[in-house]
C-alpha cells in the first residue's frame, strides 16, 4: 500500500541555518505529494504542494520538488526563523497518508 | 469566512462517561475525516466520509462512531470513555476528487482520568 517514510527528528537548528527534512514514498499510480505544517496548540495547515514530477512547490521560504525517480519530495529552507519551529508532516494521496512528523526548533 | 470548527477544544471527563466531539465546516466539502494524534505526534486516521450518510472506518480500529446527517457537521462519540482513548482528535475536510488538500480544524484534547 501508499506509505510515507519522514526524516526522524527532533530537529534543532540555530536562526537562518540551511533546512532540509527528508521524505520518500511508496505509491502507486501519480499521487499528489504534500507537506503540512502544525504549529503549537494548533491543527495542521497546508504548507505547499506538488501534483505531478518535476513540479515544485513553495511557500514561505519553503520549497520542495517532487522527484519522481528517486521517490523524494524533501522540504529545503534557505534561512529558517525562529517562527519556523513546529511539527511538519509529509503526506500523499489518495487516502491522505502521513509520515510521522519531524519536530523543528530552531534557537535564535 | 469559510473555516472548520471543532469543540471543545479541552476536554477532561472521567472514565464510563458518553462523550461527543463536534466537527463542523463551512466550506462545502464532501468529504470529511477524522485523525487520532499520538502524544509523539503520529497521525491516525480513524474514521471518513464521502457525504451524507457515508461513513468509513480508517486505518486504525477505535472504539469511537460517527455520523453524516448534515453535509457540514461530521460528530465523533464516544460511548464508554476509557483513558486509553486520551488523545488529541483532528478532524478535517476536502473537496471530492482524490488529489485534493485538506483543510484541518484546530483539534480536541481529551483527557480521560
Known amino acids: 500500500g501508499d506509505s510515507v517514510t519522514q526524516m526522524e527528528g527532533p530537529v534543532t537548528l540555530s536562526e537562518e541555518a540551511f533546512l532540509t527534512i527528508n521524505c520518500t514514498y511508496t505509491?502507486?499510480?501519480?499521487?499528489?505529494l504534500f507537506w503540512y505544517v502544525q504549529y503549537p496548540g494548533e491543527g495542521l495547515q497546508l504548507l505547499l504542494k506538488?501534483?505531478?514530477?518535476?513540479d515544485k512547490g513553495s511557500n514561505k521560504g519553503f520549497e520542495a520538488t517532487y522527484r519522481k525517480e528517486t521517490t523524494s519530495f524533501h522540504l529545503e529552507k534557505g534561512s529558517v526563523q525562529v517562527s519556523d519551529s513546529a511539527v511538519y508532516f509529509c503526506?500523499?494521496?489518495?487516502?491522505?497518508?502521513f509520515g510521522t512528523g519531524t519536530r523543528l526548533t530552531i534557537i535564535p | 469566512e469559510a473555516d472548520i470548527y471543532q469543540t471543545p477544544r479541552y476536554l477532561v471527563i472521567g472514565t464510563g462517561k458518553k462523550i461527543t466531539l463536534e466537527c463542523s465546516q463551512t466550506?462545502?466539502?464532501?468529504?470529511m475525516y477524522w485523525y487520532q494524534q499520538d502524544p509523539g505526534m503520529e497521525l491516525h486516521l480513524i474514521h471518513y466520509?464521502?457525504?451524507?450518510?457515508?461513513?468509513e472506518k480508517g486505518d486504525l480500529s477505535s472504539e469511537s462512531t460517527v455520523s453524516r446527517i448534515r453535509t457540514e457537521h461530521f460528530p465523533l462519540t464516544l460511548e464508554s470513555a476509557r483513558p486509553s482513548h486520551t488523545s488529541q482528535y483532528l478532524c478535517?475536510?476536502?473537496?471530492?476528487?482524490?488529489?485534493?488538500?485538506?483543510?484541518f480544524g484546530p483539534g480536541t484534547r481529551l483527557t480521560v482520568l
Open positions: 466520509s464521502y457525504g451524507v450518510n457515508s461513513t
Open positions: 466550506m462545502g466539502h464532501d468529504k
Open positions: 478535517a475536510s476536502s473537496e471530492a476528487g482524490d488529489l485534493q488538500e485538506q483543510f
Open positions: 505509491a502507486t499510480g501519480y499521487p499528489s
Open positions: 503526506a500523499l494521496t489518495q487516502k491522505l497518508t
Open positions: 506538488a501534483t505531478k514530477a518535476d
